[in-house]
């Protein structure tokens, strides 16, 4: 049996719910004609710091749809990677606690 359990998912939609005085600094994700994550405009990231984390969009697992898209996601598992289990956790890089 195969269980995934570090993994990472950015749902198009993830920062739709961001509203009021942080809408004009929420991140805005960015797709290439193939449906592929491709960049982030982050108009609230602080200045950059050489040799910090969190690495620039996109990141690994940017060369498939299922970064962003649950179907996709589930399909790559049964298909392309024969998982059979995932394990959830949440995210809490350092880009998502600055709202």
């Not at 991140?27 to 040799?51: I, R, S, T």
């Not at 498939?64 to 289990?85: A, K, P, Q, T, V």
Request: proline share 8%.
């Amino acid at each position: 049996m195969i269980i995934d359990c570090d993994t990472h998912l950015m749902p198009r939609d993830a920062f739709d719910g961001v509203a009021g005085r942080f809408s004009q600094l929420k991140p805005a994700l960015k797709f290439n004609d193939q449906d592929l994550y491709v960049d982030v405009e982050f108009p609230g990231y602080p200045a950059e710091m050489p040799g910090t984390s969190p690495l620039l969009a996109p990141g690994s697992g940017a060369m498939f749809r299922s970064l962003w898209n649950i179907e996709d996601r589930m399909s790559d598992y049964d298909h392309r990677l024969g998982i059979e289990r995932h394990v959830v956790l949440p995210q809490f890089s350092g880009w998502w606690r600055r709202f």
